[in-house]
């Protein structure tokens, strides 16, 4: 049962995710709610390895969520509920391209899919900000008002927008620089406990 669950649940996100894979962002903090099958601290997590790993994020994502609730084969199905969307839709529009090639009402329709794609990566990445630089869970536990900032990630952000922004030196590195620098980073705080 649980199969045909992550099948079905990445199905819907894989139908209504236009954009990419930060456009499944917002799907995958709804579905951690509605589910439990993690945290939003995992789903940082989640992120920051689909971001600095080969492939499309949406997929990396859907593998891991997979894998951690039903093993590989969880994996693997989660993986074909969010792909198979678009394999269908690809196939039809294969099929009708002919027709579609001219439709006014086709061009019309990518027309207005591209503002609600723009505001879904848009959610995405300020979602990803506040899991960033907000420790929510941390706040709710407390009540403090010092533990609602993550401090660490602040310090980080600021760090790499200087470097990425404002020393000329680094302003021109390939990006995989900075991930690699903010994986070290992660590690070495994850092993000090900070």
Same mark, same amino acid.
């Given at each position: 049962?649980?199969? %045909?669950? %992550?099948?079905?649940?990445?199905?819907?996100?894989?139908?209504?995710?236009?954009?990419?894979?930060?456009?499944?962002?917002?799907?995958?903090?709804? $579905?951690?709610?509605?589910?439990?099958?993690?945290?939003?601290?995992?789903? #940082?997590? $989640? %992120?920051?390895?689909?971001?600095? @790993?080969?492939?499309?994020?949406?997929?990396? $994502?859907?593998?891991?969520?997979?894998?951690? @609730?039903?093993?590989?084969?969880?994996?693997?199905?989660?993986?074909?509920?969010?792909?198979?969307?678009?394999?269908?839709?690809?196939?039809?529009?294969?099929?009708?391209?002919?027709?579609?090639?001219?439709?006014?009402?086709?061009? #019309?329709?990518?027309?207005?899919?591209?503002? #609600?794609?723009?505001?879904?990566?848009?959610?995405?990445?300020?979602?990803?900000?506040?899991?960033?630089?907000? *420790?929510?869970?941390?706040?709710?536990? @407390?009540?403090?008002?010092?533990?609602?900032?993550?401090?660490?990630?602040? #310090?980080?952000?600021?760090?790499?927008?200087?470097? @990425? *922004?404002?020393?000329?030196?680094?302003?021109?590195?390939?990006?995989?620089?900075?991930?690699?620098?903010?994986?070290?980073?992660?590690?070495?705080?994850?092993?000090?406990?900070?």
């Amino acid at each position: 049962m649980i199969y %045909l669950r %992550l099948f079905y649940e990445f199905f819907k996100t894989g139908l209504f995710s236009v954009g990419g894979g930060l456009a499944t962002l917002p799907f995958l903090q709804e $579905m951690s709610a509605r589910t439990g099958w993690f945290t939003s601290s995992e789903l #940082a997590d $989640m %992120l920051a390895v689909s971001e600095s @790993t080969p492939g499309a994020i949406g997929i990396n $994502m859907a593998t891991y969520v997979g894998w951690k @609730t039903a093993g590989v084969p969880g994996g693997v199905i989660a993986t074909l509920g969010l792909i198979a969307p678009s394999i269908v839709v690809i196939l039809v529009i294969a099929y009708f391209l002919q027709s579609f090639h001219d439709n006014k009402y086709v061009t #019309a329709a990518f027309y207005g899919i591209r503002p #609600a794609s723009t505001a879904l990566i848009a959610a995405a990445g300020v979602s990803v900000l506040l899991i960033a630089l907000v *420790n929510t869970e941390q706040f709710a536990l @407390t009540g403090s008002l010092g533990d609602l900032i993550s401090f660490k990630g602040a #310090a980080l952000f600021v760090i790499l927008w200087l470097l @990425t *922004n404002v020393v000329k030196p680094t302003k021109r590195l390939h990006p995989i620089v900075f991930i690699a620098f903010s994986a070290v980073v992660g590690i070495v705080f994850s092993f000090a406990g900070a």
